[in-house]
């Protein structure tokens, strides 16, 4: 299995600021996830990068709010842009494995407060 | 619409009782079940996947089965390492993850 890391693993930020979160794998991937995860609550998909291509967001989520970078097939950043104490939460990228059919692997998490 | 319910909410058992976390699910075209365990501040190590009705799967203390609505994840003889909050997630067609709300586990000595 693709083996993930993220970059920071926590942050504090003041409110109106931007975060950028790193994603790297050690193995070329097609697609990328990022994932955000409330306290108490389950994980919830933010959108899906593919390299070459325009993220893809889902309901709820605006690339103005969470622009995203996929500059090739190991690397992906998310940034939180102009936070507001909502936004605390941990946030997860993960991968499709390719050679394990539609399975995915997460990252170790980035845990964001804001204050 | 995908969706995934988890129960018990939460579970807590005394270390060597054995028990069973429910996952339902309705899904248009099943790609995949999926059993994640997760410990706080952590993210989601993946467990089992399941591709069809009738398979099962088994790792250590844990067996994860599944049927056409729903899925189990059998927990024999559990240890106090064991305590987690399990999640489960289905993928259907070429949508991504679903996942449910999960179930704390929780072991006593």
């Known amino acids: 299995s693709a083996v993930i890391s993220q970059k920071p693993s926590r942050d504090i930020c003041q409110r109106g600021t931007s975060l950028t979160i790193q994603c790297q794998v050690d193995s070329q991937v097609t697609m990328m996830f990022w994932y955000r995860q409330q306290p108490g609550q389950s994980l919830t998909l933010i959108a899906t990068a593919n390299q070459g291509s325009e993220a893809t967001y889902e309901s709820g989520f605006v690339i103005d709010k969470f622009p995203i970078s996929r500059p090739n097939l190991t690397f992906s950043t998310l940034t939180v842009s102009n936070m507001s104490p909502e936004d605390s939460s941990i946030y997860l990228c993960s991968v499709d494995d390719a050679g394990s059919q539609y399975e995915q692997y997460f990252g170790p998490g980035t845990r964001l407060t804001v204050t | 619409e995908d969706q995934v319910t988890q129960s018990p909410e939460a579970l807590r058992l005394q270390e060597g009782e054995s028990s069973s976390l429910n996952c339902s699910y309705t899904?248009?075209?099943?790609?995949?079940l999926f059993w994640y365990r997760q410990d706080p501040g952590k993210g989601p190590e993946f467990l089992f996947t399941?591709?069809?009705a009738g398979e099962e799967k088994e790792k250590e203390r844990l067996k994860a089965t599944l049927t056409k609505k729903e899925s189990f994840l059998h927990i024999t003889a559990p240890k106090p390492e064991d305590s987690a909050t399990y999640l489960c997630a289905v993928r259907g067609g070429n949508t991504p993850l679903v996942f449910g709300k999960g179930t704390r586990l929780s072991v006593i000595a």
């Open positions: 899904v248009s075209g099943l790609r995949g």
């Open positions: 399941l591709y069809s």
